[in-house]
């Protein structure tokens, strides 16, 4: 599903046929003639910015953030599990909902792909994360006690699911 890999991020577009560009955001959309997929490539953390990672990954993903953990944490690729994590640690905002849903779902998600969703989401170090992500923490009305209490919550996950509870 995501693909991570410069080199092959390059394989795969050679394959398609480009659709549409944003010059603002640098985002292309590509169709696949072999599967009839539209595909999106974007950067997550900005164009110009030092570590500008760029995603590329069919779209548009599933709606229920449940199915798209499904989907991405079992597929056996942890550059699925990693995308999605880079992709979700943009939005602070949606790391609680984020976690109450692994919670819940926690025994239905490959070790592997949880693990490596949770270390790209950000939330382990939120304020690391919105440094460089150049968010004002006070924007997003979260308090320090907040992201606190986030990092605690995706701490005991990680020990959840590391100790099968």
């Known amino acids: 599903m995501y693909v991570l890999n410069y080199k ?7 394959q398609m046929i480009p659709l549409r560009k944003n010059d603002k955001t640098f985002e292309v959309y590509y169709h696949d003639p072999q599967s009839g997929e539209l595909w999106k490539s974007f950067f997550p953390h900005g164009y110009k910015k030092s570590s500008a990672l760029k995603l ?18 079992n597929s056996g690729n942890l550059a699925d599990a990693a995308g999605l994590g880079i992709e979700y640690s943009l939005t602070p905002e949606k790391w609680g909902e984020i976690l109450e849903a692994l919670d819940n779902n926690r025994k239905r998600y490959v070790r592997s792909g949880f693990f490596e969703f949770l270390n790209h989401l950000g939330v382990k170090d939120p304020k690391q994360t919105l440094a460089a992500l150049e968010i004002d923490l006070h924007q997003n009305h979260m308090s320090e006690k907040e992201l606190n209490s986030l990092k605690s919550k995706a701490r005991k996950l990680w020990l959840k699911k590391f100790f099968g509870v």
């Open 8 to 14: 092959k991020q390059v394989e795969r577009i050679n």
């Open 56 to 73: 590329l990954r069919p779209d548009p993903l599933p709606t229920s953030l449940e199915h798209q953990l499904e989907l991405c944490l």
